[in-house]
């Protein structure tokens, strides 16, 4: 090996010198709706709104951006002392000398000491009665209620500081002394603190004051070491120690959660026990940190003097960047106990102590990305692949990296399968390399482009990706499918948790397999997140899942699934993670992300925000927030847009409403919908309801209802009813009148009409009559008693439907004027049919209807066509000797008029009479009531019909059937 390939740099640092530190935070500035970059104060209402003062102004914001809030008189912008008593009252002042209560999200002046204090910043501190406005100016105290004055401090304030139990004050007038004013029975006390000059010196207002644990910290600026403290409660005075860090930094505030910290011009300083000043960490050191809230999710909220507002969604979870590496980390293994192997894209190895913080840079010689590392425990080394013609063999002890050529180029991934055995993943080839140590022989076990492999060390398989499927390896290396509703599937990844199942990742979930079967499933309906999986990893029954928008932990036992939002937009370069140490370390660009995984819970509260109505339209026009709105009928148009607060609350949570009195089911919006309209709701009295739910499925409180009161139109309220009775009965009257007069000029066209209708409807009842003359009825009961006696029940039966089915469709049709022409011709159908089955099949039936003639839109007379069917086989057809037919033709002409023709070969019409006339009684009612109904037809201008008779002669002049013609035109 040519040393002259590898350039070998290693440099050791000390913690604080190696690395750039910081949580991960997303930012808000001015593309946010925050206008000012300077911020100075940060707090959370009652209803989870966050506040912040800034230089331009004060700002709310609202779950999707900054809002500013209206303040009309204010004679400079800048917002400071922005604080929230124990009532919920927010309150802050300017550098005008205005003191500012928040009302209804605008600001309301509640003291001006302009004239006072002519520009001079005066500190603002609300304790439970007394308001103090303390400057180096004037110092007064003010009623918190009325407003007055209560007392002037007679006090040029230079330093103060608030305390847990009020608040510290140092007043240049008094030397050496400190003052402590706080409230005891609801009376504002003053205690004086007198400090030993040549011990404790105040050194003229040179120094900073602040409160650290349970002491009010005096910190001189020329020298740290000299910094003294008072207790808060007993007020003694005692020295101090202070990390030597502090002694440049200017300290703009204090908090304390489960550590103190100290904000300054230097990042914040967490320190979590007083007497351990050396173990304080440092984080964004390059930030002027003024404030800092944690708000009801456990989210740290911070601002800053120059670069807006932070927000760190958790301090568990942290970047560490390689100063001298600025390029992209795309592997990682773990090679010991605290150790770490890293690739980089530019072909850098970098050799990490997690312990001492030192590491070693090694630059490959092909300076191509180092996309995998292979740790080799039994031969402590590890296999370097790039993606290039070189892969390398890194020696654990040495620090020394031999090239071995293309043996590991280009990996896509790498399965220890027993101490010299190693399953290797080509662009092309899944390999077994059978005696690392010795020698390069290998197994070639497909010739296919593999993607992922693993090797269960339980169950001796391994578990091999590729382009077509996945199969598992037995010992014998023999294949067995794994299929997943039936079909092969593709594994991106794979990883196995301490209870033996392996988990693989596919495009859009994550499957549990265990001897090659899938047994378990995560999915979006379980909690996934809907990103793109970068990479999983199991540790103990944990696995955790490392995603564009988020860390997961899933409880494998439980089938619990845990979520840690990182909304930095770095997390899109986030790759496969490593564990350490209770660390999960996780690749990224130019950084590394460590997450402590021994925290108890490193997920957010699941308290799930209250939503709001944000605004309220009528008719399209903006309207006043109330709690009732009456709406008249002809504006029945109502549109609500609505809210919930909290950090990056819309796009975690949707919207849930209902409208009692209109729906009772609760609607679910979509992500990021933030609006519902309803327009037209009958008149009445309803309610509107809203309600939160976050994407894990938790329901939120039901806001305060709204509701709603339609109005009815006018002529629904009971004055117009009486106005229209009166009305009507009026008309009435009026209208008799002029109908009297009209009456004998109507009468002969009235009564007319009247007989006419009465003519119509005798016609119809004589005319059902004649279709189901008694013959046909007594006739059609003997044959059905006949097929009956002779045992014949299935012709019966089939007679019977068949009569019964016409008798309704000729009930049906006695009703109306008109019936369409399908209508028709199946009641004609079924008539014949019955006919032929009483005939016993006497004659034929050829029927032909034209193809273009639609159906359904023909309309003819209800009964026309049957009486002349019904002649044709009773005088025509039954009376001949040998079987007979019948032709009924159904056509159109060009003048859409209906051409029906019913042909018989019958005995003809002139024999029919002479065997009629002999029968005793028979009346021939039928087509005579056809050609008064053709008649009525036509005066009534509903058809126009003709009918015409034909007889069919042979030569010799014999009859030998009847051809009628009708043409049936619609009016």
């Known amino acids: 090996m040519k040393k002259t390939f590898y350039l070998l740099v290693f440099i050791s640092f000390f913690f604080g010198n190696v690395f750039s530190q910081e949580p991960f935070y997303t930012q808000f500035t001015s593309d946010d709706g925050l206008a000012s970059l300077a911020n100075f104060n940060i707090i959370q209402d009652k209803d989870n709104l966050v506040w912040v003062g800034a230089e331009q102004g004060l700002f709310y914001y609202n779950g999707k951006r900054f809002i500013k809030v209206k303040n009309p008189i204010a004679t400079t912008k800048s917002i400071f002392n922005l604080q929230i008593d124990e009532e919920g009252q927010i309150w802050c002042s300017t550098i005008s000398g205005h003191i500012y209560k928040v009302v209804n999200k605008e600001l309301q002046l509640f003291k001006d000491f302009s004239n006072e204090l002519k520009g001079t910043f005066a500190h603002l501190m609300v304790l439970n009665n007394d308001i103090f406005f303390i400057s180096q100016r004037k110092s007064f105290q003010i009623d918190k209620k009325t407003g007055a004055v209560k007392k002037d401090l007679n006090a040029e304030v230079s330093k103060i500081a608030k305390s847990e139990n009020g608040f510290f004050y140092y007043n240049l007038k008094e030397t050496n002394t400190i003052t402590h004013v706080y409230e005891e029975d609801g009376i504002s006390v003053f205690k004086k603190v007198k400090c030993n000059e040549k011990k404790f010196s105040l050194n003229k207002g040179n120094f900073q004051m602040f409160q650290w644990f349970d002491e009010i910290v005096i910190k001189l600026e020329s020298n740290v070491s000299k910094a003294f403290s008072i207790n808060i409660h007993t007020r003694e005075i005692s020295s101090i120690k202070l990390p030597d860090s502090f002694q440049k930094a200017q300290v703009y505030n204090t908090k304390k959660f489960q550590e103190n910290w100290l904000l300054t011009s230097n990042g914040i300083y967490r320190t979590s026990e007083k007497t351990k000043v050396n173990d304080t960490e440092q984080i964004f050191e390059d930030y002027h940190i003024t404030d800092v809230l944690q708000d009801n999710e456990n989210n740290y909220w911070l601002t800053t003097l120059q670069n807006g507002v932070f927000v760190v969604p958790s301090l568990g979870i942290t970047k560490k960047s390689f100063l001298e590496i600025k390029e992209d980390i795309i592997s990682i293994e773990t090679v010991a106990k605290n150790r770490l192997l890293l690739g980089t894209q530019n072909g850098n190895l970098i050799d990490y102590n997690t312990q001492n913080n030192d590491y070693t840079i090694t630059n490959l010689s092909n300076q191509r990305p180092v996309n995998r590392i292979k740790y080799d425990k039994i031969l402590n080394r590890a296999y370097v692949s790039t993606n290039g013609t070189s892969s390398y063999i890194y020696d654990l002890k040495s620090k020394g990296v031999t090239n071995v050529g293309s043996q590991f180029t280009t990996a896509k991934g790498f399965a220890q399968i027993s101490k010299d055995s190693l399953v290797y993943l080509s662009y092309r080839h ?126 494998t036992d439980k089938k619990l699934i845990k979520t840690i939002n990182l909304t930095d937009k770095s997390a899109i370069k986030f790759k496969h993670p490593v564990v350490q140490n209770n660390h999960l370390w996780i690749p990224g660009n130019n950084f590394l992300c460590r997450v402590d995984v021994s925290v108890p819970d490193l997920t957010h509260s699941k308290t799930v925000p209250l939503a709001y109505i944000s605004n309220v339209k009528i008719g399209g026009n903006e309207q006043e927030i109330k709690t009732k709105y009456e709406l008249p009928y002809k504006t029945n148009d109502i549109t609500f847009n609505f809210n919930a607060n909290g950090f990056k609350a819309s796009s975690k949570n949707v919207f849930q409403y209902k409208l009692l009195g209109f729906n009772t089911e609760w609607q679910t919006s979509e992500l990021n919908d933030d609006v519902v309209r309803y327009i037209g709701i009958p008149s009445g009295k309803y309610e509107f309801l809203l309600r939160t739910k976050s994407l894990d499925g938790s329901i939120g409180k039901e806001s305060k209802g709204v509701k709603i009161i339609v109005q009815k139109p006018f002529w629904e309220n009971w004055w117009f009813i009486a106005a229209v009775f009166f009305t009507s009965v009026l008309g009435v009257v009026i ?175 002139e024999k029919s009479y002479e065997i009629n006339k002999k029968r005793q009684g028979h009346k021939s009612f039928a087509v005579n009531a056809t050609q008064e109904r053709v008649s009525l037809y036509k005066k009534e201008k509903l058809f126009d019909i003709s009918v015409d008779f034909t007889d069919k002669v042979e030569e010799n002049n014999k009859a030998i059937g009847t051809v009628v013609t009708l043409k049936i035109k619609r009016i």
Request: charged residues 25%; positive net charge.
């Open 735 to 909: 209208y008799y009148r002029i109908k009297l007069q009209w009456k004998e000029k109507e009468g002969e066209r009235e009564l007319e009409k009247v007989i006419l209708d009465s003519r119509i409807s005798k016609l119809r009842l004589e005319n059902l009559r004649s279709q189901m003359n008694p013959h046909f009825i007594f006739n059609s009961l003997g044959a059905i008693q006949d097929y009956v006696m002779k045992n014949e029940k299935y012709l019966a039966s089939d007679y019977l439907v068949k009569f019964s089915r016409l008798i309704r469709m000729y009930l049906n049709h006695s009703r109306v004027n008109v019936i369409s022409l399908k209508e028709e011709l199946n009641s004609l159908e079924i008539y014949i049919a019955l006919e032929q089955l009483r005939f016993e099949n006497k004659f034929k039936v050829h029927f032909f209807v034209d193809k273009n003639i639609n159906k359904d839109q023909f309309e003819v007379p209800p009964l026309f066509l049957q009486p002349f069917v019904e002649n044709a086989i009773k005088h025509g057809l039954v009376h001949k000797k040998e079987q007979g037919s019948l032709w009924i033709s159904v056509k159109k002409n060009k003048s859409n008029v209906l051409i029906v023709t019913i042909e018989d070969d019958g005995i003809g019409r």
């Open 430 to 555: 899944a390999i077994i390399y059978t005696h690392l140590s010795k020698n390069k022989e290998h197994i070639v076990l497909e010739s296919k482009r593999p993607i992922s492999t693993h090797y269960d060390s339980k169950n001796k398989l391994i578990y091999l990706t590729y382009i077509d499927g996945t199969v598992v390896y037995n010992k014998k290396l023999q294949t067995i499918p794994v299929s997943y509703q039936g079909k092969p599937i593709i594994f991106s990844e794979y990883t196995q948790t301490s209870n033996g199942k392996i988990w693989a990742t596919t495009r859009d979930k994550i499957l549990g397999l265990e001897a090659g079967k899938i047994t378990d499933s995560i999915t979006y309906s379980t909690g996934l997140l809907q990103s793109q999986i970068k990479g999983i990893l199991g540790k103990e029954n944990f696995l955790w899942i490392v995603t564009e928008k988020g860390i997961q932990r899933y409880d």
